[in-house]
Every structure is written in C-alpha cells, then in structure tokens.
T-cell receptor
Framework: TQLLEQSPQFLSIQEGENLTVYCNSS?????LQWYRQEPGEGPVLLVTVVTGGEVKKLKRLTFQFGDARKDSSLHITAAQPGDTGLYLC?????????????FGTGTSLTVIP | DTEVTQTPKHLVMGMTNKKSLKCEQHMGHRAMYWYKQKAKKPPELMFVYSYEKLSINESVPSRFSPECPNSSLLNLHLHALQPEDSALYLC????????????????FGPGTRLTVL
C-alpha cells in the first residue's frame, strides 16, 4: 500500500497567518499532485510536481517536492478566507502500471476572517 | 478545456431502486476513474478504465457496476444500494501514458451527491 500521510489533519487559523501542510510517505512517487476541495464539489488541481527538490509557486501558495520524491509540502502565505477547504495530496507511484493515484489523508483548513 | 461533467448533481434513491451516474470528458483522456468520498475524507478509488477497458476494481461490491461505452463516457450503474453507500461520487480522467507524469494529471468532475434511503 502506498500510504500518504498528511499533517495536520485539521487546521484553523486567522486571516493573514502563514501555514504549512505536509504530505509524507515511505514510497517513491514519479509525480505528486495537490488539490483543494470545497464542500460538495470535486477536487481542483492546484499543481503537479515531478522533479526531486522542485519548488513551484502559485501566487501565495508554495509547493515543494522532497529530494527523494517521497514527501511534499504546501506553504500558504497570508491566508485568506477563500483558502478554506480540504487540501489533498495524491501520488503517482513510480512503478505504476495501472494509472492508480494514491491520495493523502487530507488536511481540512479553515481561515477565520 | 479541462472540464469533466457529471450528472445528476444530486440523487436520492431507495434501496430497491436502479439508477445510473454519468460522467463525460472531451479532453481526449483515455483513463477514467470512479471514486467514493465521505465528508472530509480523501476520495476512495473504486474503478479505473484505461482505453475503455476495466483495469482496476478495488473490490467494490457488485451493486456498483461500471460501464465505459466509449472514450468520453463513463457510467456507474447502481442497484440495491445500502444507506452506508450514501456519499459524494466523483469521476476523474487523465491521459493514460505512464511515461510522462504530467500526462497523468487527474481532473475531477463536480461529483454526484448520492443519498440512499
């Protein structure tokens, strides 16, 4: 089983604060995606990281893929209420042959105005 | 166009009913997925179709029956469901090339909220 653990599981912060979400595994992934999901909606793809050590920025969001491609982090600067949602990481296993993605356990973020 | 559409948006059914969920994409993707999701939990993979053939079935009960009529359409037929099957059902698609990891980005539909009475 390709287990992806996210931490923290729940996070409630004030508007303007910074936060980091972690996605960790003992398995190597050829790529990893981050999604944000609002209640009752489907996950929306935020970014894909592929290369070990890669850093990608999307406005106030910074994504990093670990050097060994086993872990990733998402850092949000100056959080806004619109950032509220369920954040999910999903990894594509390196030896994957069946187009199977492994989802992390999820981080529920609430940004209080 | 990175849109995956799902119908219906909401569905309420009794345990003896037969219904179907539909999913459509026009991105030329050749892998399509069904997931089940409970509130504030990650999606759980149910089925994967690759090039219109069922490639993964995650030990899903037979009361869920998937169908892929063509490369753009994916159905999930429901029969004799249980109340615990109530959940958000998500469809996703991706290119089916394992050589290029960017080709395997998944795009999700908005989901069907299913309630079984």
């Amino acid at each position: 089983t390709q287990l992806l653990e996210q931490s923290p599981q729940f996070l409630s912060i004030q508007e303007g604060e910074n936060l980091t979400v972690y996605c960790n595994s003992s398995s190597v992934f050829s790529s990893l995606q981050w999604y944000r999901q609002e209640p009752g909606e489907g996950p929306v793809l935020l970014v894909t990281v592929v290369t070990g050590g890669e850093v990608k920025k999307l406005k106030r969001l910074t994504f990093q893929f670990g050097d060994a491609r086993k872990d990733s982090s998402l850092h949000i600067t100056a959080a806004q209420p619109g950032d509220t949602g369920l954040y999910l990481c999903a990894g594509l296993a390196r030896e994957n042959t069946g187009n199977q993605f492994y989802f992390g356990t999820g981080t529920s973020l609430t940004v209080i105005p | 166009d990175t849109e995956v559409t799902q119908t219906p948006k909401h569905l309420v059914m009794g345990m003896t009913n037969k219904k179907s969920l539909k999913c459509e994409q026009h991105m030329g993707h050749r892998a399509m997925y069904w997931y089940k999701q409970k509130a504030k939990k990650p999606p759980e993979l149910m089925f994967v179709y690759s090039y219109e053939k069922l490639s993964i079935n995650e030990s899903v009960p037979s009361r869920f029956s998937p169908e892929c009529p063509n490369s753009s359409l994916l159905n999930l037929h429901l029969h004799a469901l249980q109340p615990e099957d109530s959940a958000l059902y998500l469809c996703a698609s991706s290119r089916a090339s394992v050589r290029d990891p960017y080709y395997n980005e998944q795009f999700f539909g908005p989901g069907t909220r299913l309630t079984v009475l």
